[in-house]
């Protein structure tokens, strides 16, 4: 009902599942949400810290505990006190991790090769060149691009946020897009705008094995969708560009998510106080 998106139910789904099988085993009814206990919660996530970061603890109590609010809220039992009120977990404050250097990034488009080599120098450069998600990035269709303007509009249906933006290719990438679409037939406007072998949407899966093998081929460290995103946000950042603008292009909801894509080092720190230091500017 709230239309999350379909990897967001399978996140549940795979943990409520975790959490049935450690029932199992731990010889507890499955058939009665109610006999929960706040000790047997408690035992289950001390049991996942054990072999796991406390990321990767915080992630199944944010679904078993959905799941009891959800239980609570929607049946509303008579003399039932929902266990996990009385259990908090700290969620970890997220490490900002690299994107891949946009030094690779243009390896990756120069470099390409095989039948759809045009396709893979497309795919890379406009995909840092926007700084898509990757679920949008293969959803848009023909229509969804200007290729005079560069103007990309991400449909309100394939955003995570469930709300419409704008973002953009450049000229660069609209002249490798343009190269590549010259080698595509029968383009309708609600044509996918990249495809796979077999003329069908590109999948997220099709899209990592895309990555991987010309990572391998030019001999540089393998990355994921997400890194081009961070690629995108640091390298927008170093340009000039300001973090509220770089938020709204990213489709964030505030900038302390923004913050986390900005791994803003020494160097960074050096350039804007050559810029910006009071004194020097004094003279100006």
């Not at 997220?204 to 391998?216: A, E, Q, S």
Request: one cysteine or more; charged letters at 30%; proline letters at 4%.
């Amino acid at each position: 009902m709230k239309q999350r998106s379909k990897r967001t139910i399978e996140f549940y789904h795979y943990n409520f599942d975790n959490f049935q099988k450690w029932l199992k085993t731990e010889k507890i009814s499955q058939t009665n949400i109610e006999l929960i206990t706040t000790q047997q919660l408690k035992k289950y996530f001390i049991h996942l810290s054990e072999t796991r970061t406390s990321g990767g603890t915080h992630a199944p109590y944010r679904a078993i505990r959905a799941l009891l609010y959800f239980y609570e809220e929607e049946f509303e039992p008579d003399n039932w006190k929902n266990p996990i009120k009385k259990i908090k977990i700290e969620n970890p404050k997220p490490e900002i991790l690299d994107g891949i250097p946009i030094e690779h990034v243009k390896i990756l488009i120069e470099n390409t090769s095989g039948t759809f080599k045009l396709r893979d120098s497309a795919l890379f450069s406009c995909l840092v060149d926007s700084g898509c998600r990757i679920t949008e990035f293969l959803l848009l269709n023909i229509e969804d691009v200007d290729l005079i303007s560069g103007r990309v509009f991400i449909k309100r249906e394939n955003s995570k946020t469930k709300k419409s933006r704008v973002v953009f290719f450049g000229k660069d990438s609209r002249k490798y897009l343009r190269k590549y679409l010259k080698t595509r037939e029968n383009l309708e406007p609600d044509s996918p705008l990249w495809i796979n072998i077999v003329n069908s949407r590109l999948q997220y899966y099709g899209f990592m094995k895309i990555i991987k093998r010309n990572c391998d081929i030019n001999n540089i460290p393998y990355c994921s969708p997400h890194d081009f995103r961070r690629c995108f946000a640091i390298t927008l950042y170093r340009n000039g560009a300001s973090v509220l603008d770089i938020s709204n292009l990213l489709g964030h909801r505030s900038l302390e998510v923004t913050q986390r894509y900005l791994k803003i080092d020494e160097k960074d720190l050096l350039k804007s106080h050559i810029s910006n230091n009071p004194i020097d500017n004094l003279r100006k």
